[in-house]
Nanobody, 128 residues
């Protein structure tokens, strides 16, 4: 059973930073695609970033380029999402998701239907 566990959410003021973590277990971590998604109340789930663990290829949504950075600690099977210059519109539940490496090699972050395995989510709230 593939498990993904997110952590690191919280409440910050606009302009602040947070780092989310996603630990991936029971998967061949060496060759998977891990995506970060967010879902705000009343809005569709949005893919914000992804990383191909084999070669650390990364992809970002235009809404977060230059502010968010996805990275990994290969030894810890952990993917991070560093979020800087946070804005109130970044407020959402953030999820990590995983699927085979082919998802990342197809390019872009992809949609939520592209990922079979999901974490439980962690809340990020940015106040103005």
């Amino acid at each position: 059973q593939v498990q993904l566990v997110e952590s690191g959410g919280g409440s910050v003021q606009a302009g602040g930073s947070l780092r989310l973590s996603c630990v991936v277990s029971e998967y061949t971590y060496s060759s998977i695609c891990v995506g970060w998604f967010r879902e705000a109340p009343g809005k569709e789930r949005e893919g914000v970033a992804s990383i191909y663990t084999t070669l650390s290829y990364t992809y970002y949504a235009d809404s977060v380029k230059g502010r968010f950075t996805v990275s990994q600690d290969y030894a810890r099977n952990t993917v991070y999402l560093q979020m800087n210059s946070l804005k109130p519109e970044d407020t959402a539940m953030y999820y990590c998701a995983a699927d085979t490496g082919g998802r990342c090699l197809a390019g872009g972050v992809g949609g939520d239907f592209d990922y079979r395995h999901w974490g439980q989510g962690t809340q990020v709230t940015v106040s103005s």
